[in-house]
Protein backbone atom coordinates (compact mmCIF):
# COMPACT_ATOMS: atom_id res chain seq x y z
CA UNK A 1 0.00 0.00 0.00
CA UNK A 2 2.94 1.98 0.14
CA UNK A 3 2.34 4.87 -2.12
CA UNK A 4 5.92 5.62 -3.56
CA UNK A 5 6.13 1.57 -4.82
CA UNK A 6 2.27 2.69 -6.27
CA UNK A 7 3.83 5.37 -7.69
CA UNK A 8 7.34 4.40 -9.14
CA UNK A 9 7.12 0.42 -9.61
CA UNK A 10 4.57 0.25 -11.91
CA UNK A 11 5.51 3.03 -14.12
CA UNK A 12 9.58 2.50 -14.13
CA UNK A 13 8.28 -1.39 -15.12
CA UNK A 14 6.12 -0.18 -17.78
CA UNK A 15 7.93 2.64 -19.52
CA UNK A 16 11.31 3.20 -18.17
CA UNK A 17 12.74 5.22 -20.86
CA UNK A 18 9.41 7.74 -21.40
CA UNK A 19 10.06 10.87 -19.44
CA UNK A 20 8.35 11.68 -15.98
CA UNK A 21 9.38 15.05 -15.20
CA UNK A 22 10.60 18.22 -16.40
CA UNK A 23 12.66 20.88 -14.70
CA UNK A 24 14.38 24.45 -15.25
CA UNK A 25 16.94 26.35 -13.61
CA UNK A 26 17.20 30.01 -14.08
CA UNK A 27 17.77 30.39 -17.62
CA UNK A 28 18.68 27.14 -18.55
CA UNK A 29 16.07 25.16 -21.04
CA UNK A 30 13.96 22.90 -20.01
CA UNK A 31 15.30 19.64 -18.93
CA UNK A 32 13.77 15.96 -18.06
CA UNK A 33 14.25 12.68 -16.34
CA UNK A 34 12.87 9.47 -17.63
CA UNK A 35 11.39 7.18 -15.22
CA UNK A 36 14.33 5.26 -14.69
CA UNK A 37 16.62 8.06 -14.13
CA UNK A 38 14.04 9.64 -12.19
CA UNK A 39 13.35 6.41 -9.64
CA UNK A 40 17.14 6.01 -9.11
CA UNK A 41 17.85 9.30 -7.50
CA UNK A 42 14.80 9.03 -5.24
CA UNK A 43 16.53 5.59 -4.10
CA UNK A 44 19.57 7.12 -3.61
CA UNK A 45 18.32 9.96 -1.73
CA UNK A 46 16.29 7.57 -0.18
CA UNK A 47 19.15 5.35 1.15
CA UNK A 48 21.20 8.86 2.17
CA UNK A 49 18.26 9.14 4.51
CA UNK A 50 18.58 6.18 5.57
CA UNK A 51 22.19 6.49 6.40
CA UNK A 52 22.02 9.72 8.44
CA UNK A 53 20.00 7.80 10.76
CA UNK A 54 16.55 8.50 9.31
CA UNK A 55 14.12 5.62 10.32
CA UNK A 56 10.33 4.21 9.46
CA UNK A 57 7.69 7.29 11.09
CA UNK A 58 10.63 9.85 11.44
CA UNK A 59 9.68 12.89 10.37
CA UNK A 60 11.01 14.77 7.54
CA UNK A 61 10.49 18.16 6.17
CA UNK A 62 10.77 20.49 2.88
CA UNK A 63 11.23 24.04 3.17
CA UNK A 64 11.19 25.09 -0.73
CA UNK A 65 9.76 26.13 -3.84
CA UNK A 66 8.53 24.11 -6.17
CA UNK A 67 11.33 21.74 -7.64
CA UNK A 68 12.12 18.27 -9.19
CA UNK A 69 14.48 17.94 -5.73
CA UNK A 70 10.98 18.52 -3.39
CA UNK A 71 9.02 15.57 -5.13
CA UNK A 72 12.19 13.34 -5.07
CA UNK A 73 12.57 14.25 -1.38
CA UNK A 74 8.96 13.79 -0.84
CA UNK A 75 9.09 10.38 -2.74
CA UNK A 76 12.29 9.35 -1.10
CA UNK A 77 10.43 9.88 2.45
CA UNK A 78 7.72 7.66 1.98
CA UNK A 79 10.38 4.95 0.18
CA UNK A 80 11.86 4.47 3.20
CA UNK A 81 8.55 5.02 5.67
CA UNK A 82 9.24 8.18 7.15
CA UNK A 83 6.78 10.92 7.12
CA UNK A 84 7.29 14.04 5.01
CA UNK A 85 6.18 17.43 6.38
CA UNK A 86 5.47 20.31 3.93
CA UNK A 87 6.54 23.53 4.97
CA UNK A 88 5.67 26.48 2.75
CA UNK A 89 8.16 28.15 1.11
CA UNK A 90 6.50 31.60 2.01
CA UNK A 91 6.55 30.98 5.74
CA UNK A 92 8.81 33.14 7.57
CA UNK A 93 11.79 32.26 10.21
CA UNK A 94 8.99 31.94 13.05
CA UNK A 95 5.98 30.33 11.01
CA UNK A 96 8.14 27.23 9.71
CA UNK A 97 10.37 27.01 13.27
CA UNK A 98 7.11 25.95 14.75
CA UNK A 99 5.61 23.35 11.95
CA UNK A 100 9.04 21.92 12.62
CA UNK A 101 9.18 21.97 15.82
CA UNK A 102 5.85 20.75 16.59
CA UNK A 103 6.36 17.67 13.92
CA UNK A 104 9.68 16.63 15.31
CA UNK A 105 11.15 17.02 12.12
CA UNK A 106 14.60 15.53 12.11
CA UNK A 107 16.16 16.89 8.75
CA UNK A 108 14.50 19.47 6.14
CA UNK A 109 15.15 19.90 2.61
CA UNK A 110 15.60 23.65 1.81
CA UNK A 111 15.85 25.67 -1.30
CA UNK A 112 17.20 29.40 -0.88
CA UNK A 113 19.72 31.57 1.23
CA UNK A 114 16.65 32.54 3.55
CA UNK A 115 15.24 29.47 3.99
CA UNK A 116 18.76 27.83 5.01
CA UNK A 117 19.74 30.65 7.60
CA UNK A 118 16.27 30.14 9.30
CA UNK A 119 16.93 26.46 9.30
CA UNK A 120 20.26 26.74 10.04
CA UNK A 121 19.49 28.95 13.22
CA UNK A 122 16.99 26.63 14.74
CA UNK A 123 19.56 23.93 14.01
CA UNK A 124 21.78 25.63 16.88
CA UNK A 125 19.11 25.65 19.33
CA UNK A 126 18.54 22.40 21.78
CA UNK A 127 14.50 22.74 21.78
CA UNK A 128 13.97 20.98 18.83
CA UNK A 129 14.58 17.70 17.27
CA UNK A 130 16.48 19.01 13.67
CA UNK A 131 19.63 17.45 12.69
CA UNK A 132 20.69 18.17 9.41
CA UNK A 133 19.79 20.87 6.71
CA UNK A 134 19.94 19.54 3.34
CA UNK A 135 20.42 21.99 0.52
CA UNK A 136 18.79 21.71 -3.11
CA UNK A 137 20.77 24.57 -4.96
CA UNK A 138 24.84 24.61 -4.79
CA UNK A 139 24.05 28.67 -5.36
CA UNK A 140 23.22 28.84 -1.45
CA UNK A 141 26.26 29.34 1.27
CA UNK A 142 25.81 26.96 3.79
CA UNK A 143 28.42 26.15 6.64
CA UNK A 144 29.23 23.09 6.49
CA UNK A 145 30.40 22.16 9.89
CA UNK A 146 26.91 22.37 11.18
CA UNK A 147 25.48 19.11 9.46
CA UNK A 148 24.46 21.30 6.10
CA UNK A 149 24.63 19.38 2.99
CA UNK A 150 23.87 20.08 -0.80
CA UNK A 151 21.49 17.19 -2.11
CA UNK A 152 24.29 16.28 -4.78
CA UNK A 153 26.92 15.44 -1.82
CA UNK A 154 24.72 13.95 0.36
CA UNK A 155 23.17 11.08 -2.07
CA UNK A 156 26.53 10.63 -4.11
CA UNK A 157 27.55 7.74 -2.86
CA UNK A 158 24.23 6.21 -1.72
CA UNK A 159 23.05 3.10 -4.01
CA UNK A 160 20.46 3.84 -7.00
CA UNK A 161 18.56 0.52 -5.54
CA UNK A 162 16.47 0.76 -2.84
CA UNK A 163 13.85 -1.90 -1.14
CA UNK A 164 10.46 0.26 -0.69
CA UNK A 165 8.97 -0.07 3.16
CA UNK A 166 5.75 -2.20 3.29
CA UNK A 167 2.87 -0.14 4.57
CA UNK A 168 -0.96 -0.50 5.94
CA UNK A 169 -3.40 2.07 4.28
CA UNK A 170 -3.83 3.66 7.58
CA UNK A 171 -0.18 4.67 8.03
CA UNK A 172 0.67 7.95 8.23
CA UNK A 173 2.56 9.37 4.70
CA UNK A 174 2.81 12.77 5.33
CA UNK A 175 1.29 15.87 7.83
CA UNK A 176 0.08 19.02 6.15
CA UNK A 177 -0.05 21.93 8.15
CA UNK A 178 -3.55 23.48 7.42
CA UNK A 179 -2.62 27.10 6.49
CA UNK A 180 -4.99 28.89 9.12
CA UNK A 181 -7.12 31.54 8.58
CA UNK A 182 -8.20 31.52 12.20
CA UNK A 183 -5.94 29.64 15.43
CA UNK A 184 -2.76 27.83 14.97
CA UNK A 185 -1.82 25.45 11.87
CA UNK A 186 -2.31 21.65 12.72
CA UNK A 187 -0.58 19.01 11.38
CA UNK A 188 -3.17 16.47 9.38
CA UNK A 189 -2.48 12.90 8.93
CA UNK A 190 -2.92 11.67 5.61
CA UNK A 191 -2.14 8.48 5.22
CA UNK A 192 -0.88 5.98 1.97
CA UNK A 193 -4.38 4.75 2.09
CA UNK A 194 -5.53 7.96 1.95
CA UNK A 195 -3.76 8.83 -1.05
CA UNK A 196 -4.10 5.54 -2.62
CA UNK A 197 -8.01 5.46 -2.55
CA UNK A 198 -8.35 9.17 -3.53
CA UNK A 199 -6.24 8.80 -6.67
CA UNK A 200 -7.80 5.69 -7.87
CA UNK A 201 -10.93 6.75 -7.19
CA UNK A 202 -10.23 10.40 -9.70
CA UNK A 203 -9.28 7.56 -12.16
CA UNK A 204 -12.78 5.62 -11.59
CA UNK A 205 -14.53 8.85 -11.61
CA UNK A 206 -13.14 10.42 -15.09
CA UNK A 207 -11.90 7.02 -17.15
CA UNK A 208 -9.28 9.79 -19.01
CA UNK A 209 -8.34 7.78 -22.29
CA UNK A 210 -4.01 7.89 -23.15
CA UNK A 211 -3.92 9.47 -19.61
CA UNK A 212 0.02 8.92 -20.13
CA UNK A 213 0.33 10.90 -22.76
CA UNK A 214 -0.57 14.14 -20.67
CA UNK A 215 1.89 16.86 -19.20
CA UNK A 216 0.89 18.79 -16.39
CA UNK A 217 2.76 22.25 -15.49
CA UNK A 218 2.91 21.90 -11.27
CA UNK A 219 2.85 25.82 -10.26
CA UNK A 220 1.18 26.05 -7.54
CA UNK A 221 3.00 25.40 -4.33
CA UNK A 222 3.19 21.64 -3.46
CA UNK A 223 3.31 22.01 -0.06
CA UNK A 224 -0.32 22.54 -0.32
CA UNK A 225 -2.88 19.86 -0.62
CA UNK A 226 -4.64 20.70 -3.98
CA UNK A 227 -0.87 20.37 -5.94
CA UNK A 228 0.48 17.66 -4.15
CA UNK A 229 -2.17 15.71 -4.61
CA UNK A 230 -2.42 16.72 -8.44
CA UNK A 231 0.66 15.92 -9.23
CA UNK A 232 0.56 12.52 -7.53
CA UNK A 233 -2.17 11.54 -9.69
CA UNK A 234 -0.20 12.93 -13.24
CA UNK A 235 3.01 10.92 -11.58
CA UNK A 236 0.61 7.82 -10.57
CA UNK A 237 -1.38 8.00 -13.94
CA UNK A 238 2.19 7.96 -15.72
CA UNK A 239 1.68 11.51 -16.97
CA UNK A 240 4.86 13.72 -17.16
CA UNK A 241 4.83 16.95 -14.48
CA UNK A 242 7.27 19.62 -15.34
CA UNK A 243 7.80 21.98 -11.62
CA UNK A 244 7.85 25.64 -12.52
CA UNK A 245 9.81 27.36 -9.31
CA UNK A 246 8.49 30.61 -9.67
CA UNK A 247 4.68 30.80 -9.99
CA UNK A 248 5.65 34.41 -11.33
CA UNK A 249 6.83 33.21 -14.48
CA UNK A 250 3.56 31.31 -15.46
CA UNK A 251 2.88 33.15 -18.47
CA UNK A 252 6.38 32.50 -19.79
CA UNK A 253 5.98 28.74 -19.10
CA UNK A 254 3.18 28.03 -20.35
CA UNK A 255 3.83 29.27 -23.65
CA UNK A 256 7.59 27.18 -23.53
CA UNK A 257 5.56 23.86 -22.09
CA UNK A 258 2.62 23.60 -23.32
CA UNK A 259 0.85 21.61 -20.99
CA UNK A 260 -2.26 19.90 -21.57
CA UNK A 261 -3.48 19.87 -17.74
CA UNK A 262 -2.63 22.29 -14.66
CA UNK A 263 -4.76 22.67 -11.52
CA UNK A 264 -5.18 25.85 -10.09
CA UNK A 265 -6.99 28.33 -8.42
CA UNK A 266 -10.18 30.42 -9.42
CA UNK A 267 -7.89 34.32 -8.76
CA UNK A 268 -5.78 33.10 -12.16
CA UNK A 269 -9.11 32.22 -14.35
CA UNK A 270 -10.53 35.41 -13.32
CA UNK A 271 -7.82 37.27 -14.35
CA UNK A 272 -8.11 36.16 -18.07
CA UNK A 273 -11.93 36.05 -17.81
CA UNK A 274 -11.46 39.78 -17.13
CA UNK A 275 -8.63 40.50 -19.16
CA UNK A 276 -10.10 39.33 -22.45
CA UNK A 277 -13.45 41.03 -21.76
CA UNK A 278 -11.96 44.14 -20.84
CA UNK A 279 -9.70 43.75 -24.08
CA UNK A 280 -13.11 42.98 -26.59
CA UNK A 281 -14.56 46.08 -24.96
CA UNK A 282 -11.96 47.98 -25.86
CA UNK A 283 -11.91 46.73 -29.29
CA UNK A 284 -13.61 48.04 -32.51
CA UNK A 285 -17.34 47.85 -32.85
CA UNK A 286 -16.57 45.34 -35.83
CA UNK A 287 -13.84 43.49 -33.51
CA UNK A 288 -16.14 43.71 -30.65
CA UNK A 289 -19.18 41.99 -32.67
CA UNK A 290 -16.91 38.79 -33.50
CA UNK A 291 -16.24 38.39 -30.30
CA UNK A 292 -19.61 37.78 -29.25
CA UNK A 293 -20.46 36.43 -31.75
CA UNK A 294 -17.75 33.77 -31.43
CA UNK A 295 -18.44 33.61 -27.47
CA UNK A 296 -22.19 32.69 -28.24
CA UNK A 297 -21.43 30.02 -30.92
CA UNK A 298 -19.01 28.28 -28.28
CA UNK A 299 -21.32 28.42 -25.59
CA UNK A 300 -23.87 26.91 -28.17
CA UNK A 301 -21.18 24.12 -28.90
CA UNK A 302 -20.07 23.70 -25.29
CA UNK A 303 -23.93 22.84 -24.20
CA UNK A 304 -24.06 19.96 -27.05
CA UNK A 305 -20.63 18.78 -25.18
CA UNK A 306 -21.88 19.18 -21.63
CA UNK A 307 -24.34 16.94 -22.59
CA UNK A 308 -22.82 14.86 -24.52
CA UNK A 309 -24.92 15.08 -27.64
CA UNK A 310 -23.41 15.29 -31.19
CA UNK A 311 -22.67 18.77 -32.81
CA UNK A 312 -25.09 19.45 -36.19
CA UNK A 313 -22.56 20.10 -39.06
CA UNK A 314 -23.32 23.83 -39.05
CA UNK A 315 -22.21 24.72 -35.48
CA UNK A 316 -19.40 22.92 -36.16
CA UNK A 317 -18.25 25.15 -39.01
CA UNK A 318 -19.12 27.75 -37.31
CA UNK A 319 -17.15 26.34 -34.03
CA UNK A 320 -14.16 26.26 -36.23
CA UNK A 321 -14.60 29.62 -37.57
CA UNK A 322 -15.05 31.50 -33.88
CA UNK A 323 -11.42 28.98 -32.88
CA UNK A 324 -9.89 30.55 -35.80
CA UNK A 325 -10.76 34.27 -35.34
CA UNK A 326 -10.56 34.36 -31.69
CA UNK A 327 -10.38 31.53 -29.27
CA UNK A 328 -6.89 29.79 -30.81
CA UNK A 329 -5.49 33.31 -29.72
CA UNK A 330 -6.63 33.26 -26.36
CA UNK A 331 -5.82 29.01 -26.03
CA UNK A 332 -2.21 30.09 -27.77
CA UNK A 333 -1.75 32.66 -25.05
CA UNK A 334 -2.00 29.79 -22.60
CA UNK A 335 0.10 27.54 -24.42
CA UNK A 336 -2.37 26.48 -27.03
CA UNK A 337 -2.88 22.24 -25.43
CA UNK A 338 -4.29 22.84 -22.05
CA UNK A 339 -7.69 21.35 -22.06
CA UNK A 340 -8.09 20.03 -18.48
CA UNK A 341 -7.86 22.30 -15.55
CA UNK A 342 -8.86 21.13 -11.93
CA UNK A 343 -9.80 24.02 -10.16
CA UNK A 344 -9.52 24.53 -6.21
CA UNK A 345 -9.18 26.81 -3.21
CA UNK A 346 -12.74 29.07 -3.40
CA UNK A 347 -15.64 29.43 -5.19
CA UNK A 348 -15.74 30.14 -9.15
CA UNK A 349 -18.58 32.20 -10.58
CA UNK A 350 -20.39 30.23 -13.42
CA UNK A 351 -19.75 33.26 -15.75
CA UNK A 352 -16.39 32.05 -15.54
CA UNK A 353 -16.59 28.48 -16.35
CA UNK A 354 -19.24 28.99 -18.94
CA UNK A 355 -16.35 31.58 -21.14
CA UNK A 356 -13.64 28.93 -20.83
CA UNK A 357 -16.45 26.18 -21.62
CA UNK A 358 -17.06 28.12 -24.39
CA UNK A 359 -13.23 28.85 -25.25
CA UNK A 360 -13.15 25.11 -25.09
CA UNK A 361 -11.31 24.77 -22.10
CA UNK A 362 -12.78 22.56 -19.40
CA UNK A 363 -12.30 23.78 -15.80
CA UNK A 364 -12.99 21.14 -12.80
CA UNK A 365 -14.35 23.13 -9.84
CA UNK A 366 -13.95 20.55 -6.95
CA UNK A 367 -14.51 21.26 -3.23
CA UNK A 368 -12.25 19.79 -0.50
CA UNK A 369 -10.27 20.31 2.20
CA UNK A 370 -6.72 19.39 3.43
CA UNK A 371 -8.33 17.01 5.99
CA UNK A 372 -10.09 15.26 3.13
CA UNK A 373 -6.78 14.51 0.89
CA UNK A 374 -8.29 17.58 -1.75
CA UNK A 375 -11.45 16.34 -3.27
CA UNK A 376 -14.81 15.59 -2.27
CA UNK A 377 -16.65 16.79 -4.84
CA UNK A 378 -15.85 17.98 -8.68
CA UNK A 379 -16.83 18.44 -11.78
CA UNK A 380 -17.41 15.19 -14.51
CA UNK A 381 -16.25 16.18 -17.42
CA UNK A 382 -19.77 15.89 -19.09
CA UNK A 383 -23.15 16.66 -17.78
CA UNK A 384 -21.62 18.73 -14.71
CA UNK A 385 -23.25 22.24 -13.42
CA UNK A 386 -21.93 25.70 -13.58
CA UNK A 387 -22.34 27.42 -10.49
CA UNK A 388 -21.70 24.00 -8.53
CA UNK A 389 -18.88 22.13 -6.31
CA UNK A 390 -19.99 19.22 -8.77
CA UNK A 391 -20.54 15.67 -7.62
CA UNK A 392 -18.79 13.61 -5.00
CA UNK A 393 -15.82 11.07 -6.01
CA UNK A 394 -16.55 7.33 -5.47
CA UNK A 395 -15.93 6.31 -1.87
CA UNK A 396 -17.17 9.41 -0.68
CA UNK A 397 -20.40 10.21 1.44
CA UNK A 398 -21.86 13.52 1.95
CA UNK A 399 -24.71 14.77 4.00
CA UNK A 400 -25.72 18.00 5.43
CA UNK A 401 -26.07 18.77 9.36
CA UNK A 402 -26.86 21.36 12.05
CA UNK A 403 -26.68 25.13 10.00
CA UNK A 404 -26.40 22.87 6.53
CA UNK A 405 -23.01 22.08 7.44
CA UNK A 406 -21.61 19.58 5.27
CA UNK A 407 -20.39 16.85 6.93
CA UNK A 408 -18.38 13.34 5.09
CA UNK A 409 -16.97 10.61 5.21
CA UNK A 410 -14.81 8.14 3.29
CA UNK A 411 -11.69 7.23 1.68
CA UNK A 412 -9.60 10.50 2.08
CA UNK A 413 -11.18 11.63 5.99
CA UNK A 414 -8.27 12.36 7.33
CA UNK A 415 -6.71 10.13 10.22
CA UNK A 416 -6.55 13.16 12.63
CA UNK A 417 -4.53 16.30 13.35
CA UNK A 418 -1.08 15.40 14.91
CA UNK A 419 -0.73 15.21 18.66
CA UNK A 420 -4.22 16.88 19.22
CA UNK A 421 -6.60 14.02 20.12
CA UNK A 422 -9.30 16.77 21.64
CA UNK A 423 -9.58 18.61 18.48
CA UNK A 424 -9.34 15.66 16.75
CA UNK A 425 -12.59 14.64 18.42
CA UNK A 426 -14.22 18.21 17.62
CA UNK A 427 -13.63 17.55 13.84
CA UNK A 428 -16.04 14.42 13.45
CA UNK A 429 -19.59 13.67 14.96
CA UNK A 430 -20.40 11.48 17.17
CA UNK A 431 -20.89 8.78 14.65
CA UNK A 432 -18.27 9.10 12.72
CA UNK A 433 -18.43 12.21 9.80
CA UNK A 434 -15.79 14.83 9.60
CA UNK A 435 -17.35 18.07 9.99
CA UNK A 436 -16.11 20.49 7.22
CA UNK A 437 -17.33 23.65 8.66
CA UNK A 438 -18.82 24.81 5.35
CA UNK A 439 -22.67 24.93 4.51
CA UNK A 440 -23.88 23.91 1.59
CA UNK A 441 -26.90 22.03 -0.15
CA UNK A 442 -27.72 19.61 -3.18
CA UNK A 443 -29.16 21.23 -6.62
CA UNK A 444 -31.72 19.26 -8.36
CA UNK A 445 -29.24 17.72 -10.48
CA UNK A 446 -26.75 16.07 -6.94
CA UNK A 447 -24.37 18.63 -7.54
CA UNK A 448 -23.40 20.62 -4.29
CA UNK A 449 -23.52 24.09 -3.78
CA UNK A 450 -21.16 25.28 -1.21
CA UNK A 451 -23.58 28.54 0.20
CA UNK A 452 -20.34 29.37 2.24
CA UNK A 453 -18.36 29.19 5.55
CA UNK A 454 -20.71 28.70 8.55
CA UNK A 455 -18.18 31.00 10.27
CA UNK A 456 -17.92 33.38 8.05
CA UNK A 457 -21.65 34.34 7.48
CA UNK A 458 -22.54 37.56 8.90
CA UNK A 459 -25.73 38.74 10.11
CA UNK A 460 -26.45 42.34 9.78
CA UNK A 461 -27.87 44.62 12.69
CA UNK A 462 -31.35 44.28 11.08
CA UNK A 463 -30.99 40.26 10.82
CA UNK A 464 -30.60 39.76 7.32
CA UNK A 465 -27.58 36.96 6.49
CA UNK A 466 -24.74 37.97 3.71
CA UNK A 467 -22.78 35.50 2.57
CA UNK A 468 -19.26 37.01 1.71
CA UNK A 469 -17.46 34.76 -0.50
CA UNK A 470 -20.22 34.73 -2.98
CA UNK A 471 -20.18 38.69 -3.19
CA UNK A 472 -16.29 38.76 -3.01
CA UNK A 473 -16.33 36.43 -5.91
CA UNK A 474 -18.89 38.53 -7.78
CA UNK A 475 -16.55 41.85 -7.50
CA UNK A 476 -13.35 40.04 -7.72
CA UNK A 477 -14.75 38.74 -11.10
CA UNK A 478 -12.51 41.90 -13.38
CA UNK A 479 -9.92 43.17 -13.96
CA UNK A 480 -10.13 46.21 -11.40
CA UNK A 481 -10.29 44.56 -7.74
CA UNK A 482 -7.46 42.50 -6.37
CA UNK A 483 -8.80 41.48 -3.29
CA UNK A 484 -12.09 42.39 -0.98
CA UNK A 485 -12.76 41.63 2.83
CA UNK A 486 -16.31 42.36 3.62
CA UNK A 487 -17.86 44.10 6.53
CA UNK A 488 -21.66 43.19 7.81
CA UNK A 489 -21.62 41.34 11.19
CA UNK A 490 -23.86 43.64 13.74
CA UNK A 491 -23.48 46.20 10.93
CA UNK A 492 -26.67 48.27 9.86
CA UNK A 493 -24.94 48.07 6.18
CA UNK A 494 -22.54 45.98 3.89
CA UNK A 495 -19.15 47.94 3.77
CA UNK A 496 -15.71 46.28 2.05
CA UNK A 497 -12.27 47.20 2.47
CA UNK A 498 -11.43 46.96 -1.70
CA UNK A 499 -7.56 46.29 -2.86
CA UNK A 500 -7.28 48.01 -6.37
CA UNK A 501 -5.63 46.19 -9.12
CA UNK A 502 -2.46 47.98 -9.40
CA UNK A 503 -1.84 47.24 -12.66
CA UNK A 504 -5.44 48.11 -14.13
CA UNK A 505 -5.08 51.26 -11.83
CA UNK A 506 -1.68 52.81 -13.70
CA UNK A 507 -3.59 52.59 -16.87
CA UNK A 508 -6.53 54.09 -15.40
CA UNK A 509 -4.81 57.33 -13.77
CA UNK A 510 -2.93 58.07 -17.00
CA UNK A 511 -5.95 57.65 -19.21
CA UNK A 512 -7.48 60.14 -16.82
CA UNK A 513 -4.07 62.28 -16.58
CA UNK A 514 -3.83 61.86 -12.78
CA UNK A 515 -0.63 62.56 -11.89
CA UNK A 516 1.30 59.95 -9.51
CA UNK A 517 2.15 61.06 -6.71
CA UNK A 518 1.70 57.66 -4.44
CA UNK A 519 -0.76 54.82 -4.17
CA UNK A 520 -2.13 56.11 -0.60
CA UNK A 521 -2.83 59.61 -3.05
CA UNK A 522 -4.11 57.54 -5.94
CA UNK A 523 -6.97 55.77 -3.89
CA UNK A 524 -7.90 58.89 -2.23
CA UNK A 525 -8.33 60.68 -5.67
CA UNK A 526 -12.31 61.78 -6.51
CA UNK A 527 -11.73 60.55 -9.75
CA UNK A 528 -10.60 57.04 -8.94
CA UNK A 529 -13.58 56.75 -5.71
CA UNK A 530 -16.16 57.30 -8.40
CA UNK A 531 -14.93 55.26 -10.76
CA UNK A 532 -14.73 52.44 -8.14
CA UNK A 533 -18.41 53.59 -7.04
CA UNK A 534 -20.07 52.90 -10.25
CA UNK A 535 -18.48 49.72 -11.08
CA UNK A 536 -18.99 48.40 -7.80
CA UNK A 537 -22.95 49.67 -8.07
CA UNK A 538 -22.72 47.68 -11.93
CA UNK A 539 -21.68 44.65 -10.50
CA UNK A 540 -24.17 44.43 -7.81
CA UNK A 541 -26.84 45.01 -9.65
CA UNK A 542 -29.01 41.55 -9.47
CA UNK A 543 -27.99 41.81 -5.44
CA UNK A 544 -30.53 41.89 -2.35
CA UNK A 545 -30.48 45.56 -1.45
CA UNK A 546 -29.36 43.88 2.30
CA UNK A 547 -26.55 42.05 0.53
CA UNK A 548 -24.69 45.09 -1.30
CA UNK A 549 -21.84 46.92 -0.56
CA UNK A 550 -23.02 50.46 0.53
CA UNK A 551 -19.60 52.26 1.02
CA UNK A 552 -15.84 51.10 0.77
CA UNK A 553 -12.37 52.12 1.40
CA UNK A 554 -10.00 51.36 -0.95
CA UNK A 555 -6.24 50.02 0.34
CA UNK A 556 -3.08 51.69 -1.13
CA UNK A 557 -1.50 48.04 -1.16
CA UNK A 558 -2.13 44.22 -1.40
CA UNK A 559 -3.19 42.54 1.61
CA UNK A 560 0.42 40.44 2.10
CA UNK A 561 1.20 36.93 3.12
CA UNK A 562 4.51 38.32 4.93
CA UNK A 563 2.19 40.50 7.20
CA UNK A 564 0.32 38.31 8.22
CA UNK A 565 -2.95 38.67 6.55
CA UNK A 566 -2.84 36.47 3.81
CA UNK A 567 -2.82 32.49 4.44
CA UNK A 568 0.08 30.88 2.12
CA UNK A 569 -2.73 29.88 -0.54
CA UNK A 570 -3.70 33.94 -0.89
CA UNK A 571 -6.83 33.05 0.84
CA UNK A 572 -6.77 36.70 2.92
CA UNK A 573 -6.99 35.96 7.00
CA UNK A 574 -10.70 38.11 7.55
CA UNK A 575 -10.01 37.99 11.56
CA UNK A 576 -6.52 39.24 11.18
CA UNK A 577 -7.84 42.15 8.51
CA UNK A 578 -10.60 43.36 10.51
CA UNK A 579 -9.00 44.02 13.62
CA UNK A 580 -5.96 45.64 11.84
CA UNK A 581 -7.70 47.87 10.08
CA UNK A 582 -10.26 48.24 12.85
CA UNK A 583 -10.21 52.07 12.63
CA UNK A 584 -10.48 52.42 9.00
CA UNK A 585 -13.81 50.33 9.28
CA UNK A 586 -14.93 52.56 12.20
CA UNK A 587 -14.79 55.55 10.05
CA UNK A 588 -17.53 53.92 7.40
CA UNK A 589 -19.71 53.24 10.17
CA UNK A 590 -19.79 57.12 11.84
Known amino acids: MNLAEAIIAHNVKKHPVKSAIGFKKKEEPWKELSWKKFSEIIFKTANALKTAGIQENDKIAIYSDNSAEWMIFDLASMVIGAVSVPVYSTNNAGQAEYIIQDSGAKIILVGNQAQYDACLELLQKDDNELQAIIVSKKAVWIKKEFSSYYLEDFISKASPKAEICKKEENDVATLIYTSGTTGT ?21 FKFKNFEEELSLAFLPLSHVFERSWTLLCLYGGARVYFLEDPKNIAKALEEVKPTMMCSVPRFFQKIYAAVLDK ?12 NWALATGWEASEFRRNEKPLPLGLKIRQAVADMLVFNTIKDKMGGRLWFLPCGGASLSPEVTQFF ?21 LFPLTHFGHGT ?24 IMKGYYKRPEETRNAFTEDGWFKTGDAGKWDDHGNLIITDRIKDLMKTSNGKYVAPQQIENLLTNNNFIQQIILIAEGRQFVSALIVPDFEFLKDFIRDHNIPFTSWKEIVKNETVISFYKEKTKQLQHDLAEFEKVKKFTLMPAEFEINSGEVTPTLKVKRNVVLDKYRDIIEDMYS
Open 280 to 291: AEKSSPLKKKIF
Open 389 to 412: SGKPLPGVEIRFGENDEIQARGNG
Open 185 to 205: PKGVMLTHGNFKKALDAHFEF
Open 357 to 377: ESVGIHITVGYGLTETTATLT
